[in-house]
C-alpha cells in the first residue's frame, strides 16, 4: 500500500501558475499540495472563513510566500493570508515562509526615512538606504538620448547580475586602442566586489582608473575632490556604480562620486550607468509613502497609499511573520522569513525544508527522549 503523502497548506498572496508549476515539481511527489487561493476561487461567493480554516486543519505542514501583491479574491475578509497564519500557530502547524525582497525593503524603507526641519526627506539609517542617492539617480534620468556618449542606464540587484550586463554593455564595443576607462562609485562596505568589477574590467584590456584600485594619479596639491574630478575629465569611458549607499567621500558639500558623474555627462564622455535596483524601486515608490516623522525620535508610523507595486497587507503580514508586535527580539521564536528576489532563490529555500523527509517527521512526530 502507498504511502500516504503529507498534506502542505500553501498560502501565497500571489503566485503565477508557472510558479506554482515550479513549486509542485519539487513537492508534489511525496506531498499533496491544498493552495489555498484554489479553495477561495472553488468557493466563490459560498466562501466562508470557517470552512477555510476547518480544510487548514486537515493539513500537516504550512508553507508561506508574500509577494508584493495580493490577488483580489472579493472575499469579506480583510487579510485572508494572515488569518491562515494565525490559525496556523494557533493549532501548532509546522510553518515556514518566504518573503519578496520588495516587502522587506519596503518595511524598512517606511520605518526609515523622516521629514527633517527644513522638510526634506532623510535617512535615518544611511547604511540601509541614503534618500540622496535618489539625486544622482536622477541626474542619469536627466540626460537626453541625443546626447553625445549616451547609454540608456541598466539597472542591478547581486554582482553577478552587474558584471554579466557588462557584456552587453561597455564588453560589445568595438576597441581599437587601449582605454582609460574610469569606475566611479562609494568604495565602503563594497571593496570586495569593487575589486571583482575593476579585475574584470581590466580583463578586457582597458586601463581602469579608480581611486579605491590606486590607479588614479593623485597630486598632492589637488583634494580628493578634485583629484577625482581630474582623473574623470581625463578618462576616455566611464561606468558609474549608483549604490544605495552615498559615500562618506563629501567635501563642502559636493559628493565626490555625483561629481564625477557630472563631470562625465557634462564632457560627453562615453559613459554607462548601473542603478542597484533599490535606489530605482525607491524611486518609483518613495512618491507613495505619507511622510509622518519630524525627526529621528519620533515614532509616528509612515503611512503607504495605494499604488501599483505593493499592498500594505503584505506588510502587515510580514510583520506578523517576523513577531514585529514581540518588543523582545531574543525572545522571539518561528519567526523566520526567507527573503528571495528571483522565484528560484524561493525554490532553494522550499527545497531545503521539504526534502528531508526525517526532518519533516521529527517535527511532526517529535520523539520522547525520556525526559
Known amino acids: 500500500m502507498p504511502k500516504k503523502k503529507l498534506k502542505i497548506w500553501l498560502s501565497a498572496t500571489s503566485l503565477s501558475s508557472n510558479d506554482l508549476g515550479q513549486i509542485s ?8 499540495i491544498v493552495y489555498s487561493n484554489h479553495l477561495i476561487a472553488k468557493a466563490a461567493y459560498d466562501f466562508k472563513l470557517e470552512n477555510h480554516l476547518e480544510e487548514l486543519k486537515k493539513c500537516n505542514l504550512f508553507l508561506g510566500l508574500i509577494n508584493p501583491k495580493l490577488v483580489n479574491l472579493s472575499i469579506a475578509v480583510d487579510n485572508i493570508y494572515l488569518e491562515e497564519v494565525k490559525e496556523a500557530m494557533a493549532i501548532g502547524m509546522p510553518y515556514w515562509y518566504s518573503v519578496h525582497r520588495d516587502v522587506t525593503f519596503t518595511r524598512n524603507l517606511l520605518n526609515d526615512v523622516f521629514l527633517n526641519e527644513k522638510n526634506k526627506i532623510q535617512s535615518k539609517n544611511i547604511y540601509f538606504f541614503d534618500v540622496r542617492t535618489l539625486t544622482i539617480y536622477q541626474e542619469i534620468l536627466a540626460q537626453k538620448t541625443s546626447e553625445l556618449g549616451y547609454h540608456a542606464p541598466n539597472v542591478f540587484f547581486r554582482l553577478d547580475d552587474l558584471i554579466n550586463q557588462f557584456d552587453n554593455t561597455i564588453f560589445n564595443q568595438t ?3 587601449r582605454l582609460k576607462l574610469m569606475v ?6 563594497f571593496e570586495d566586489q569593487l575589486s571583482k568589477i575593476v579585475n574584470d574590467i581590466s580583463s578586457q584590456n582597458f586601463e581602469v582608473l579608480n581611486s579605491f584600485h590606486g590607479s588614479i594619479k ?4 589637488l583634494s580628493n575632490l578634485d583629484n577625482c574630478v581630474q582623473a574623470a575629465k581625463e578618462t576616455d569611458w566611464l561606468i558609474g556604480i549608483v549604490r544605495p549607499y552615498y559615500g562618506t567621500g563629501n567635501i563642502s558639500g559636493k559628493n565626490i ?3 564625477e558623474i557630472k563631470t562625465a555627462i557634462g564632457g560627453n564622455k562615453p559613459r554607462w550607468f548601473f542603478i542597484h535596483r533599490d535606489v530605482t524601486f525607491t524611486a518609483d515608490i518613495l512618491d507613495s509613502i505619507v511622510l509622518n516623522r519630524k525627526g529621528k525620535e519620533s515614532k509616528e508610523i509612515n503611512e ?14 510580514y510583520n506578523f511573520v517576523i513577531k514585529n508586535h514581540e518588543t523582545d527580539l531574543e525572545l522571539r521564536n518561528g519567526n523566520w522569513a526567507q527573503e528571495f528576489f528571483k522565484m528560484s532563490e524561493a525554490l532553494i529555500y522550499i527545497q531545503s525544508q521539504f526534502l528531508d523527509f526525517d526532518f519533516i517527521n521529527n517535527l ?7 525526559r
Do not use: C, M, W
Not at 515539481?25 to 499533496?32: C, G, Q, T, V
Not at 503607504?304 to 503580514?317: C, P, S, T, V
Not at 511532526?364 to 525520556?370: A, K, S, T, Y
Open 184 to 189: 566611479a562609485s562609494t568604495v565602503y562596505g
Open 364 to 370: 511532526i512526530n517529535p520523539q520522547n527522549d525520556g
Open 175 to 177: 576597441v581599437i586602442e
Open 304 to 317: 503607504l497609499k495605494n499604488n501599483r507595486h505593493i499592498d500594505q497587507k503584505a506588510i502587515d503580514l
Open 218 to 221: 593623485v597630486n598632492p596639491q
Open 25 to 32: 515539481a519539487i513537492l508534489s511527489k511525496n506531498y499533496e
Open 257 to 259: 562620486t555625483f561629481e
